[in-house]
């Protein structure tokens, strides 16, 4: 059985963005979104879709795996 999908909201994408200590247009770039995306995302006027929620699940969870697959360099 596959888990649902969390859903992860205005407040707890700009927390997981701070935990990973990027800036809005850093998370933007991983995600390949651009930095309007991120603001509204962290404003709640609008929410990532399924794939992006994964996502952020995964970061939550592992808070270094942007580093650990080379898609953010320190």
Partial sequence: MIAPIPHYGANKIKSIRNKLGLSQLAFSKA????????????????????????????????????????????
Avoid at 40 to 67: H, T, V
């Fill in 31 to 74: 995600f390949r979104v651009s930095k309007k995306t991120v603001e509204a995302w962290e404003a709640g006027r609008n929410e990532p879709q399924g794939p992006a929620q994964r996502i952020l699940e995964f970061l939550q969870k592992e808070s270094d795996l942007l580093e650990k697959h080379g898609i953010v360099r320190t």
